[in-house]
């Protein structure tokens, strides 16, 4: 089974651009969710998608967007970068049946750097 | 919202001696607790998880504790060997998933 992919790996962007991450769970799952991962605040939730609707959203300005298609796949949209963006995002795809919470699977992520 | 604590921020132990991490939560809600084990350049990976209705759970050299009155939950890991050097997370989750700062365990040969 593989496991979930995420791409770019590695991405350079100039401040005031925007960039859009992708991310593609592990067959099966319907749940995505995305962090933020940086050395001074560690994992921080971004928001998680199930069945196409954005189920829960942390506390992150709207410059960061996300959306789910039809076969679960996901991408993360970030606009007007500015360099505390400068991070590693990790996806995490998992089954979330209902309400009871199940194991969740990362990817690699995409470390996103802006100069 | 919910919040996690995780004590230490680094942790050296020799090979072959015992390891504990301890992590603490707000949300008496959070009925699940993973833990993850994340390597250099790689994602976090789960290595044990427990839910709120269950005390201890142990795979192999790895055990965690959940304690709810307290609020409290912690990782054991028995017999380090090098290869467990990483970064570990705990978390708790409700109707997210809210992660500790993450401990930085070295084992030293």
């Known amino acids: 089974k593989a496991g979930v992919t995420q791409t770019p790996r590695y991405l350079i962007k100039t401040r005031g651009q925007q960039v859009t991450l992708s991310c593609s769970p592990i067959?099966?799952?319907?749940?995505v969710s995305w962090y933020q991962q940086t050395p001074g605040q560690g994992l921080q939730f971004l928001f998680e998608?199930?069945?196409?609707?954005?189920?829960n959203k942390g506390n992150f300005p709207g410059r960061f967007s996300g959306r789910q298609f039809s076969n679960s796949r996901s991408e993360m949209n970030v606009s007007t970068l500015e360099l505390g963006d400068s991070a590693l995002y990790l996806c995490?795809?998992?089954?979330?049946?209902?309400?009871?919470?199940?194991?969740?699977?990362f990817g690699q992520g995409t470390r996103l750097t802006v100069v | 919202g919910e919040n996690v604590e995780q004590h230490p921020s680094t942790l050296s132990v020799q090979e072959g001696d015992s390891a504990v991490i301890k992590c603490t939560y707000s949300d008496s809600a959070s009925n699940y607790f993973p833990w993850y084990k994340q390597e250099l350049g790689k994602g976090p990976q789960l290595i044990i998880d427990?839910?709120?209705?269950?005390g201890e759970k142990k795979d192999q050299r790895i055990a965690v504790t959940l304690n709810k009155t307290a609020k409290h939950f912690s990782l054991h890991i028995t017999e380090t060997q090098p290869e467990d050097s990483a970064v570990y997370f705990c978390a708790a989750s409700s109707r997210e998933v809210t992660f500790g700062i993450g401990t930085k365990l070295q084992v030293i040969p």
């Open positions: 995490a795809s998992s089954l979330a049946r209902g309400r009871v919470n199940t194991e969740a699977f």
């Open positions: 427990i839910r709120s209705n269950v």
């Open positions: 998608y199930f069945s196409e609707t954005q189920r």
């Open positions: 067959s099966g799952h319907r749940s």
